[in-house]
């Protein structure tokens, strides 16, 4: 979820939907909260195609409900603001849209097609998203705070070494700090330390299995070491605990890839890229070469031809097209 406070607009976290290709569909939905008339003027619904392109967008009536009518893309995101309402977040209701067949069933009798119908509530509440950084810091030691601040403007200087030995001397002090396991193991699972940042982030975990960031880290040091079957036991975890998660949708894309399980990989990487589009070129290559594998040329080229709008250098992949014929 991300917050533009400057203009006092929230924006949402995306929920991606799929259907048929260019099929002409209806979304309709209301927003759950008892909102005053004017703050239901302030809600707006949008409907765009993952290169962010605005396909529809509504505003509710004034009892919350609202419709929105799109055809184009076979992926599309549903996304919702607030208006002058900095302090609410945007949430979904369930986790998939779900298609309506009484309408379809009861107009078959008059032979009409009548379009498909999508339900999707929304809901706003109240403050940060739950386990969002701000929120952890807050409950924290004020001075491990300032401490775990300083040792990452160190990491963002490009002074590893002594981020790595204050994260442990801050560790040293203050034992329970989730937030110091989760920096350290990163620092260590990036210079392929592995077997330590596993030790790190199962710590983490100990302390706070309720929360997905010591998942995605084991993963992502089992996946560094190839144990791929074990990185996915904890990555999916991650995804249940936080299915918008673009790092923990990506490191299991990447174990599912390598255990063979292309299904459940490409929607992995089709989730990465909704969720945003210039995380890592690589989940653009492994799609692809998913489709390729499936004999599936034309979605192949699409996913290479939305990453030379994101990654527009890559002149191999430009080269991949024209092989492709486009």
Request: proline share 4%; hydrophobic share 40%; charged share 25%.
């Amino acid at each position: 979820m991300a917050q533009t406070a400057s203009i006092g607009l929230l924006a949402a976290a995306v929920a991606v939907v799929v259907w048929p290709a260019a099929e002409m569909v209806e979304i309709r939905g209301r927003v759950t909260n008892q909102l005053s008339e004017q703050q239901y003027r302030a809600v707006e619904v949008v409907v765009t195609d993952r290169l962010r392109v605005v396909l529809g967008r509504a505003r509710p009536d004034r009892h919350g409900r609202y419709a929105v009518k799109i055809s184009g893309p076979r992926y599309i995101i549903v996304k919702a603001t607030l208006e002058g309402f900095p302090e609410a977040r945007y949430q979904l209701d369930t986790h998939e849209i779900r298609e309506s067949t009484e309408d379809r069933e009861g107009n078959r009798a008059f032979g009409e097609l009548r379009l498909p119908t999508y339900y999707q509530n929304i809901t706003f509440a109240s403050g940060s998203a739950p386990g969002a950084l701000d929120e952890l810091l807050s409950k924290e030691n004020p001075a491990a705070v300032r401490a775990y601040r300083a040792a990452r403007a160190q990491k963002e200087s490009g002074d590893w070494r002594r981020a790595i030995a204050s994260l442990e001397k801050l560790l040293g002090q203050y034992p329970d700090f989730y937030l110091g396991y989760i920096e350290l193991g990163m620092l260590l699972a990036a210079q392929r330390e592995d077997d330590r940042a596993l030790k790190v982030f199962t710590q983490a975990q100990r302390l706070r299995p309720e929360h997905s960031w010591a998942y995605v880290g084991l993963g992502l040091a089992l996946n560094n070491k190839q144990d791929y079957r074990a990185a996915a036991r904890h990555l999916e975890r991650a995804v249940e605990l936080e299915p918008n998660s673009v790092n923990a949708q990506f490191q299991l894309g990447q174990a599912l890839f390598k255990l063979g399980d292309h299904d459940r990989a490409l929607r992995c990487f089709e989730q990465v890229i909704a969720l945003d589009p210039k995380f890592n070129p690589l989940a653009y290559k492994t799609l692809a070469s998913i489709y390729v594998k499936r004999q599936d040329p034309q979605n192949a080229a699409r996913v290479l031809e939305s990453y030379l709008v994101h990654f527009p250098d890559a002149d191999k992949v430009k080269q991949i097209l024209a092989r492709l014929g486009r």
